[in-house]
């Protein structure tokens, strides 16, 4: 036997499943033309903090950022030109990403700062007080 791993029947290759996690999985919603934004997200402090990789793009007027029913939706577009060797060259490309916000997040206080290509957005999320309440028994 060599010192590669067979592939089980039924499995799909590594490649395959790295895939999904950059693409987002099986059953995702992607419109042709729509390219995924690279994010990292993080729940601490009372706060959820998701951070964008875009690089090269103007952020006051190439990002919308929108919240419905619990959903963040990012949404980015870039329009480049880079020249090379006496070449001009045009890049475009509409990027878009959505997540569900924890419970209880206050989508409408959500900040945003970009800075160094990375888009940070911040999210209240207060702790849920659970109180204690008795309640009285009536006799029918």
Request: aromatic share 6%; proline share 8%.
């Amino acid at each position: 036997m060599s010192g590669m791993m067979e592939r089980l029947p039924g499995w799909p290759a590594l490649p395959d499943l790295f895939g999904w996690v950059e693409s987002g999985f099986p059953g995702g919603h992607l419109v042709p033309g729509m390219h995924g934004i690279r994010i990292e997200e993080h729940l601490a402090d009372e706060k959820y903090v998701l951070r964008a990789e875009l690089p090269g793009i103007d952020p006051s007027k190439d990002v919308e950022i929108t919240v419905t029913e619990s959903v963040l939706t990012l949404r980015a577009e870039r329009g480049e030109e880079a020249t090379q060797n006496h070449r001009t060259e045009f890049r475009y490309g509409v990027f878009a990403r959505s997540v569900r916000l924890p419970a209880g997040a206050k989508g409408d206080e959500a900040t945003a700062e970009y800075k160094d290509g990375v888009l940070t957005i911040t999210v209240p999320v207060p702790e849920a007080k659970a109180g204690t309440r008795s309640i009285p028994v009536r006799h029918g």
